[in-house]
């Protein structure tokens, strides 16, 4: 059973960066796509970014296209969300999500993964001055 768990929240100034780290343990991520989702107070649920393991095929929501960087370690068997040029309504709790179902990348992201996928934690992230 693929566990994770998130790393690297805290607390930013506007334009600042932040590292989050996707942590795998308990099974090979050989076959599963890592998503990146995040949920703000009384918002709904939005994906950020994904990542096919096998192949690194990544794909990013508009909203975080050209500051946010996805990219893994297979060794280490860690998934990394490199965030830059933050904003505030870039706040809120981030959570990493394992899915080794048929989807792809963009599918996962878009759609949501599987009822089944194996979620972490999530860790809060807040951009404020």
């Known amino acids: 059973q693929l566990q994770l768990m998130e790393s690297g929240g805290g607390l930013v100034r506007p334009g600042g960066s932040l590292r989050l780290s996707c942590a795998a343990s308990g099974s090979s991520l050989d076959y599963y796509k890592i998503g990146w989702f995040r949920q703000a107070p009384g918002k709904e649920r939005e994906a950020i970014s994904c990542i096919r393991i096998s192949d690194g095929t990544t794909y990013y929501a508009d909203s975080v296209k050209g500051r946010f960087t996805i990219s893994r370690d297979n060794v280490k068997k860690t998934v990394l969300l490199q965030m830059n040029s933050l904003k505030p309504e870039d706040t809120a709790v981030y959570s990493c999500?394992?899915?080794?179902?048929?989807?792809?990348?963009?599918?996962?992201?878009?759609?949501?993964?599987?009822?089944?996928?194996?979620w972490g934690q999530g860790t809060q992230v807040t951009v404020s001055s």
């Open positions: 999500v394992g899915d080794d179902s048929d989807l792809t990348v963009r599918a996962m992201c878009v759609h949501g993964p599987v009822d089944f996928a194996s």
